[in-house]
């Protein structure tokens, strides 16, 4: 029988911090045995906000060497950059017919954007809930894991292939989420009611997976919290509630028992340990990290390979679109 497909990617927007790690990237590999799994570095995403060539470049090199570095196997899973199979784009095209302006204007990550991205508020950055649904739609796609922030972008996948496949025929698999409950959206150190995100221009905002040791210790140190002094696990505590799920999700520990462990001790005591904690479960993707990126033609080994695989099976669904909507065959 064949294997429900897992897709999801990772904007090379930056350094990528423990929220992309947490929420998405930590879960890529533990799928790739039981799944047929897609794993794209979504260059095309990233340039909805401005970038400097030479550094995209080298991002997607990075953001590739972390999945490898965090555990992904490229010959179990598929493992490659958007901009290499052209059918994202071409179906981007055709699946923008289908969306309409009414949907796009409700999303909320849009609107958070284009407050930060004033000066260069492009179609791109609104239509790409559009591209990232031609991402997961193009290779039939069950499973997305995910962080919260893109349960409203899934919603509206699933909502452009039910109109599609109404409008035709079944064309596209409807697909679901993969979304961690409490640790899907981890916040800012420094604002914990917002998203710890890797373009915060305020570097003690975020772990970065890469930040060495002292680096770690220094942030988390600094994390805001609050002046109860009451070890409790509760929305009035955002600061705490949130190094809670950033030590549930390096530990594995129920939220119970982290609660039970630290009542009656300093934060300071919690800190410490939640930083060590940090340290130890991401310095050996570190050092993988390292090797993986002295050694580029092997990256791009990897990916050429990935984008060819991916491309057989992107060009199957978009064949069936282009077919359905009524183009003429090449
Ligand atoms: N804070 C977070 N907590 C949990 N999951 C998160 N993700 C992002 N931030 C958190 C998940 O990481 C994956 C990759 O995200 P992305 O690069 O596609 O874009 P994003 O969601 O916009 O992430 P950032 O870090 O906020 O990037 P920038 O700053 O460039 O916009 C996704 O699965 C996402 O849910």
Known sequence: MDKKVVFSGVQPSGLLTVGNYIGAIRNFHTLQEEYDCYYCVVDMHAITVTQVPKDLREKTFQVLSLYLASGLDPEKATVFIQSHVPAHAELNWVLNCFTYMGQLNRMTQYKDKAVKHQDN???????????????ILLYQTSYVPVGEDQRQHLELTRD???????????????????IAKEMGKIMSLKDPESKMSKSDPDENASIFVLDDEDTIVRKIRRSVTDSEANFCY??????????????????????????????GSSYNQFKEDLAQLIYQKLSPVQERYKELMGDKKHLEEIYRIGSEKASYQANKTLRKVYKKVGFLPR
Do not use: C, W
């Not at 179609?123 to 649904?133: C, D, E, H, K, Q």
């Not at 452009?160 to 993969?178: C, D, H, K, M, W």
């Open 234 to 263: 509760r929305d009035e505590q955002p600061g705490l509630k949130n190094l809670i799920h950033i030590y549930q999700a390096f530990s594995d520990e129920s939220v119970e028992n982290i609660v039970k462990h630290y009542e």
């Open 160 to 178: 452009i292939a039910q109109r599609f496949n109404a409008r035709y025929s079944p064309t596209f698999e409807v697909p679901e989420g993969l």
């Open 121 to 135: 508020l492009n179609a791109g950055l609104f239509t790409y809930p559009v591209l990232m649904a031609s991402d």
